[in-house]
C-alpha cells in the first residue's frame, strides 16, 4: 500500500524525500547545536518561523497573492537569529535572555496574524503538525536547497565550527568566532524553516536535539556522534512518516515518539556497557 502510494502520488514522494532530507541536516547542525549548549536557541527560531508562517498566511488573505509561507518563514527565522545574535552581545552576562524574548515575540506575531486572517485552518494544522499530503513540489525544491547550502557549508567550514564549539575563547582569538557564528546561527535558521513542513514547527526542535542526545549515549568521538545522530534521525523520520501515513496521522508527532524511544533504548544499550569508540 504505502509502496504503490509512493508510485501513483507525487505528494508521496515529495514528502519522503523532504523528510529524507530533513533526516540528514537536522541531527547534522543539532549535534553542533547541543556540544554548544544552544538547544533553547532552536525552541526560539521555530517559534519566531511560526510567526512568518502565520505573515505569509495574512498577506495571502488579504491580497489574494498566493504566497508560500515556508518563504516567509526563512525570512523570518534568519531575522529572528540575527536578533539573537545581535541581543547576545548586548546582554553579555546575560546572553540566554535574548531566547525568550524571541520566543515571546515569535508566540505574539503568530497569535495577532493568525487572527488577522480569520484564524485557524487545515493548512496551518500542518504547519504546526507536520503533514504528509501538504508537501509541494516548491516545497521540495527550497528544502533541497536549504539541504544543499547547510551541508557544503558544515563540510566546508567544519573546522572552524569544531573549534568554536569545543574552544570558543580560542576562536576569539583566532577571529574567527564572530563569521563562525553569524554563518552559524543562519543555518539553524534555515534548517529549522525546511524541517517544519515535515516535523511541525512546535516539534521541530525535538529533531535536532533528540537523535543527538540519543546519539551522545552511545558514541565517544565528535565524527562518530554526528554519523549515529544523522542514522537516528533519518530513522526517527522514516519511521514516524510511515507510521503517520497508516495512522492517517499528522507525522511530527511519530517522529518525535520514535526518536523518544530511540534515546530510550540507547539508555539501556549504554547501561550494560556499550560504547562506540571509533
Not at 540528514?24 to 532552536?42: H, N
Not at 505574539?108 to 499530503?133: E, M, P, R, T
Amino acid at each position: 500500500m504505502l509502496i504503490d502510494a509512493l508510485q501513483n502520488y507525487e505528494f508521496m514522494r515529495y514528502s519522503f524525500i523532504s523528510g529524507i532530507i530533513v533526516g540528514l541536516i537536522a541531527p547534522l547542525l543539532g549535534t553542533f547545536i547541543v556540544v554548544r549548549r544552544l538547544s533553547l536557541i532552536a525552541d526560539a527560531l521555530s517559534h519566531i518561523s511560526l510567526g512568518g508562517i502565520t505573515f505569509g498566511v495574512y498577506i495571502t488573505s488579504i491580497t489574494g497573492f498566493l504566497i508560500n509561507p515556508l518563504i516567509t518563514a526563512v525570512l523570518f527565522s534568519i531575522v529572528g537569529a540575527l536578533s539573537i545574535e545581535k541581543m547576545r552581545t548586548v546582554y553579555k552576562h546575560f546572553s540566554e535572555i535574548s531566547i525568550p524574548i524571541i520566543m515571546s515575540l515569535g508566540i505574539a506575531l503568530s497569535v495577532v496574524f493568525l487572527s488577522l486572517s480569520n484564524g485557524f485552518n487545515q493548512d496551518l494544522f500542518g504547519y504546526l503538525f507536520g503533514s504528509i499530503s501538504a508537501v509541494t513540489r516548491n516545497d521540495l525544491i527550497l528544502i533541497s536547497i536549504i539541504g544543499v547550502i547547510v551541508v557544503s557549508f558544515v563540510v566546508l567550514l567544519y573546522k572552524e565550527m569544531f573549534l568554536l564549539s569545543f574552544d570558543e575563547e580560542y576562536s576569539e582569538v583566532m577571529k574567527i568566532s564572530g563569521v563562525i557564528h553569524f554563518i552559524f546561527i543562519v543555518l539553524v535558521a534555515l534548517v529549522i524553516s525546511a524541517s517544519m513542513r515535515i516535523v511541525g514547527t512546535l516539534l521541530v526542535s525535538a529533531m535536532m536535539t533528540l537523535p543527538v542526545a540519543a546519539a551522545m549515549r552511545i558514541t565517544s568521538s565528535f565524527k562518530t556522534l554526528i554519523l549515529v545522530s544523522i542514522i537516528f534521525g533519518e530513522i526517527s523520520v522514516l519511521i514516524g512518516l510511515v507510521i503517520g501515513f497508516y495512522l492517517d496521522i499528522a507525522p511530527g508527532g511519530m517522529i518525535v515518539l520514535v526518536a523518544i524511544f530511540i534515546l530510550a533504548m540507547t539508555f539501556v544499550v549504554n547501561r550494560i556497557g556499550v560504547k562506540m569508540n571509533a
